[in-house]
C-alpha cells in the first residue's frame, strides 16, 4: 500500500525544478503540505484543486513521514 502511493510522488528535474510533485501535475508536495498544515481539510483542498484525489494528500502526507525518518537532519532554521 504505501507503495502504491509513494508511486504518485514523481521528481523529474524539468517540473517545478526537480521538487517532488503529485503525479507530474506540477503541484509540489511541499505545497500540498503548506496547505494541510494551515488547517484546510482534506476536502476543502480536493474542491479547490479538482485534478487531486484523497489518495494524492495521503501520498504528500506519507512521504513527509518518510523525509524525516532519514538518520540525520541539519538545521531546519536558520
Same mark, same amino acid.
Given at each position: /500500500? #504505501?507503495?502504491?502511493? $509513494? +508511486?504518485?510522488?514523481? %521528481?523529474?528535474? +524539468? %517540473? *517545478? ?7 507530474? $501535475?506540477?503541484?509540489?508536495? #511541499?505545497?500540498? $503540505?503548506?496547505?494541510?498544515?494551515? +488547517?484546510?481539510?482534506?476536502?476543502? %483542498? ?5 485534478? $487531486?484525489? #484523497?489518495?494524492?494528500?495521503? =501520498? *504528500?502526507?506519507?512521504? =513527509?513521514?518518510? /523525509?524525516?525518518? &532519514? ?5 531546519? &532554521? =536558520?
Amino acid at each position: /500500500m #504505501e507503495d502504491t502511493l $509513494l +508511486n504518485r510522488i514523481t %521528481i523529474d528535474p +524539468n %517540473i *517545478c525544478h526537480g521538487k517532488p510533485v503529485v503525479r507530474g $501535475l506540477r503541484y509540489p508536495v #511541499e505545497d500540498i $503540505l503548506d496547505l494541510l498544515a494551515s +488547517n484546510m481539510t482534506h476536502q476543502q %483542498i480536493l474542491e479547490d484543486y479538482e485534478d $487531486l484525489e #484523497e489518495e494524492d494528500l495521503q =501520498a *504528500c502526507l506519507l512521504f =513527509a513521514k518518510k /523525509m524525516i525518518q &532519514v538518520k540525520h537532519i541539519g538545521k531546519l &532554521v =536558520a
